[in-house]
């Protein structure tokens, strides 16, 4: 008699298999944690040419696009050729080859006149603020001499905490510094680790474009293909979701992260307008850091405005106090006028899931943290509301949010209201006790 599965037992032996892997994952995390990082971290640098051409792709997806859209297609248009045809196949590929060749044109084209306009200029702040760097020190301590000067006793104390700094820090030049020297091979070995990892940097960067090159040309096969896999392992209503949640990670992404670039370069231009108007020293250098820094949120321009402030404090300080209080105009022009006409509500979260993301991306994943933080935690953000209202919808309860800031309890099925004075169940209704007999307990 052969023996034949039935689907219900297959169903369990795949739970069973994909619980024993995540268990035993979890065991190699929680107790070979170093491991799996060194593991993690080691395929991460292999793959780093990949991930390279798949960040690379991603962003040049839009101008791709953009050619197509409004150059290619219309000019075969008017030649009576439909592109996105099958039988036209040869003519498509041609297209998308000349649209990914202008998009490499342009990315290449704003990296070069990013180093060739701003990196001089930024070369000679920096120079001019090394060799001032005399004079910033004179000002700084006439300042600090004259305020000690005025305040004995904080100048006593100052002393004091100078000598036993100085103490312990001569202790531990001497006794851990010098005795751990590392040998001249140590250096020369440590040199040359620099000069791999910036050769492997600038490879993995050009096999990037490598990559970035085949995705552009073939992204509608790769989107294909995921598709297929899609519907291949899940119903059909199951599969729809899945790729309605894909599409909604991708525009949430792109719109967040195009409109912040946009909006950073606007400030960033702004910045140097109000700078030069206002004389201020180094109005380049501040423009570029308050731009690159606002791609962050919440924290990013505040981060740039210190920045150039600090810059221009040993220069002039009056000049520090106006750069600060124009910055803080800045931002608020940004923040209420010229941020949501761009971004709009394109992450859907409150301030305080933005300020919750920054923090929590930002503390696993650093900088790259900071950036996607906040579009990352609005798609889990989403699912985890889709999910709560697919869930809600199945018991008919409704899913509207007013309904439960006022819900007081749910008894069959129904909301009471906490308006309701016969709504008494569950502790509705505080105990009338006064401050004094809660504290007495």
Known sequence: ??????????????????????????????????TFTNSFQK?????????????LAYIMSPLVNLFEAKIARPFYAKRGVDVRAEENAKQFKRMR???????????FALIYAFVMIVIPQLYSSIRSIVNSFPRYYNNIYQLTDQFLIQYPEISDLTNTYLEEFYAQTQTI???YLLPNMSSLTDAVRSIGEGVVNTGRGILNFFIGIVVSVYLLNSKEVFCGQAKKI????????????????????????VGFLAGKIVDS??????????????????????????GVTNIIPVFGPYIGGVFGCFLVLMVDPMKALILLVFILLLQQLDGNIIGPMILGNSTGISTFWVLFSILLFGGLFGLVGWIIGVPLFAVIYSLIARFVNHKLSARDLPVSLPKYIDCAYIEGGEIKSKRDPENVKYRTVAPKKSLKDMLKG
């Open 1 to 34: 008699m052969k023996f034949k599965l039935t689907k219900e037992q297959v169903q369990w032996g795949i739970t069973a298999v994909l619980v024993v892997i995540v268990s035993l994952l979890f065991y190699k995390l929680l107790f070979h944690g170093e």
């Open 265 to 290: 370069i606007i400030i960033g231009i702004l910045c140097y307008i109000g700078t030069k108007i206002l004389q201020i020293p180094y109005p380049l250098l501040i423009s570029v850091v308050v």
């Open 43 to 55: 395929m991460l640098r292999l793959m780093a040419g990949v991930i390279v051409g798949f960040v």
């Open 173 to 175: 030049f001497n006794d």
């Open 97 to 107: 080859f000349v649209s990914v060749v202008l998009a490499l044109i342009v990315f």
């Open 230 to 253: 899609v519907y291949a392992l899940f119903k059909e209503n199951v599969a729809n979701e899945v790729v309605a949640e894909a599409r909604f990670i991708h525009y949430t992404f």
